[in-house]
């Protein structure tokens, strides 16, 4: 880089940094200015605005609000890719008796470990058991290029909101996604959309055949294991996901989570050898895009079924 280019960053990465720690209103910050350096830098330039934002040392030990953070990264994330992902959540962690209504850590991390591993979704249809306010798959859909992606859950609040959201970031919704061949509609966000379906799925009653109908390519699934009852119950669903595939290629599952407690995680790794389905530990990703309520572990494990 050129010494007089050198400065320009410098003082770009500046402005930023000085912006941020005063919590300054987003349209107070030098984005025309980033977008013309992003035309001729690659992603580095990002990280070190990273670095000097939500990565800052003071950030890290007192950071900014939630809701800033994330408007900001919003803002930042759609400077490269000319996309953001939009969210209705509801403002209680436990709203009509149901968590699904708010995205956890574990969302947001399998969200980034996408954005890394663009390859595995690439013109591919995704399952995603336990969808939520469906941060997860809207990053996905926009960046990721999946041929057709299923979002599911099973509570009706949810699966309200969560059909909301899809809307909100510019996606139309299919019918029936165990008719694909029925699929008529684009969808409006690009020429290279994919077909988005939701489907309410209970995971104690959802027979084989309505699993295998949705022929999924991958499986995805993030902070679904905060009790036995429900480790069991996605136990049996990727039990009757696997017997779908007999005779055909196997179906990894990629399933993240915040490890809050060792034994719970003790009892998904214990289920799964007694459900004869192997796994492994995927490896962290070096990417941070996210900022995180509070620090925690997360991880992610790809079962082969």
Excluded at 64 to 72: E, N, Q, T, W
Excluded at 202 to 216: E, I, K, N, Q, S
Excluded at 249 to 277: H, K, S, V
Aim: charged letters at 20%.
């Amino acid at each position: 880089m050129a010494p007089e280019e050198s400065e320009e960053t410098s003082v770009l990465l500046q402005n930023f940094e000085r912006r941020f720690l005063a919590a300054r209103a987003l349209r107070s910050f030098p984005w025309q200015s980033l977008e013309e350096k992003l035309r001729h830098s690659g992603s580095e330039l990002l990280l070190d605005v990273l670095q000097k934002t939500v990565k800052h040392p003071l950030c890290v030990k007192h950071p900014p609000s939630v809701k800033y953070a994330r408007c900001f990264l919003s803002e930042l994330i759609r400077k490269p890719s000319g996309d953001s992902v939009t969210l209705s959540e509801s403002t209680a962690i436990i709203s009509h008796g149901t968590t699904g209504l708010v995205t956890w850590n574990a969302a947001l991390y399998l969200a980034e470990w996408a954005l890394e591993n663009t390859a595995a979704f690439t013109h591919r249809t995704v399952l995603e058991l336990g969808s939520g306010a469906g941060l997860t798959g809207l990053v996905i859909c926009k960046m990721c290029r999946p041929r057709a992606y299923v979002f599911s859950d099973c509570h009706s609040h949810v699966l309200e909101q969560l059909q909301g959201n899809i809307l909100l970031n510019g996606f139309l919704l299919e019918p029936d996604a165990t008719a694909p061949a029925q699929h008529t509609g684009r969808n409006t966000h690009t020429s290279e959309s994919p077909v988005v379906t939701v489907e309410q799925l209970d995971w104690d009653d959802v027979t084989a055949p309505r699993l295998a109908a949705l022929r999924p390519d991958i499986i995805l699934a993030a902070d679904v294991l905060y009790c036995p009852e429900i480790i069991l119950s996605l136990v049996r669903v990727l039990q009757r996901l696997s017997a779908c595939r007999k005779d055909e290629q196997a179906l990894d599952a990629y399933i993240a989570f915040t490890i809050r407690n060792p034994e719970t995680c003790q009892l998904f790794t214990t289920e799964l050898g007694r459900a004869g389905i192997s796994w492994e530990a995927v490896p962290h990703h070096s990417q941070k895009l996210f900022p995180y309520e509070e620090h925690s572990e997360m991880a992610i494990l790809k079962l082969m079924l």
